[in-house]
């Protein structure tokens, strides 16, 4: 995963700098020193301190970064979140990326934020989905995370989720999950089973052929949640998905559900407004 992150820095780097940053190469001389500080521009949950810290590092490792405000916390217009000193040459060139990352990093953990606090009370948790922008997945998770979110799998490889497209071509649901325990006994794999059911038809099969961890109740009204809740009675995590926007999920936690999972903490969120100025 470290890996990954290095080289999404590296690709983004190539991306934006290609042959030279030539405005700055032109008009800044290589010994001018400066400091840069990032200012909040609208209220907010700021993230992607860590990872700004990294860009700026991966770049030039004489970078001194002072951080005032740490990823997690809750941020308004005006404040200061870090300074960073060095080059001009190397602040010039890495402010965009840096700004890039954070702003949507503190976007997601914004949003993210308002969720969790419209949980407050009951035991249920909002988790992210695989719902993210490509590449920068593990940024977009660690975002949702500093919002006080839960990761649910980072990706196909950390979980098995049978989802309704795994159950018809596998042909219903024990097979699907006949299938998923062979497998992992096969090649001695410990990861947790997921399945998703889409009526009480499919919930009752789960439920009979047992040898899950979670139960994924897909697109099913806040009554139907609350009445498979009881049918499952503890046996195994339960999470809703589907269709379940801001105004309908204190509903959906009221049901008892462990999990609630929303795709757009990460798939359509606004950036947090922020800037890197000069000194």
Do not use: W
């Amino acid at each position: 995963m470290d890996q990954l992150i290095s080289e999404l820095i590296e690709l983004a780097f190539a991306e934006d700098i290609g042959d030279g940053d030539h405005t700055t190469l032109c008009c800044i001389p290589s010994t001018a020193r400066g400091k840069s500080r990032l200012i909040i521009k609208e209220d907010g949950v700021i993230a992607g301190v860590e990872m700004a810290k990294r860009i700026f590092y991966h770049f030039d490792p004489d970078l001194k970064v002072d951080v005032f405000i740490q990823d997690g916390s809750e941020v308004k217009k005006g404040d200061i979140v870090f300074t960073v000193e060095g080059k001009v040459q190397s602040l010039l060139q890495t402010e965009r990326l840096a700004l890039n990352v954070m702003q949507r990093m503190s976007g997601i953990a914004t949003v993210t934020r308002k969720y969790v606090k419209a949980l407050e009370g009951t035991h249920t948790k909002v988790l992210d989905t695989r719902k993210t922008t490509p590449g920068m997945r593990l940024m977009e998770k660690e975002a949702v995370k500093a919002g006080g979110g839960v990761n649910h799998r980072i990706g196909l490889f950390d979980m098995i989720l049978l989802k309704d497209n795994h159950v018809d071509f596998a042909g219903g649901i024990e097979q699907a999950i006949t299938r998923a325990r062979h497998y992992l006994k096969e090649k001695g794999k410990n990861l947790r089973i997921e399945i998703e059911v889409r009526n009480f038809d499919e919930l009752a099969q789960a439920l009979d052929t047992g040898g899950i961890d979670r139960i994924m109740l897909d697109n099913f009204s806040v009554e139907d949640t609350r009445e498979a809740v009881r049918r499952i009675n503890g046996r195994y995590e339960t999470e809703s998905s589907g269709g379940i926007t801001f105004d309908t999920l204190r509903a959906y936690a009221e049901t008892g559900v462990d999990y609630i999972s929303v795709g757009a903490l990460t798939h359509s969120v606004k950036s947090l407004d922020m800037s890197l100025k000069a000194v």
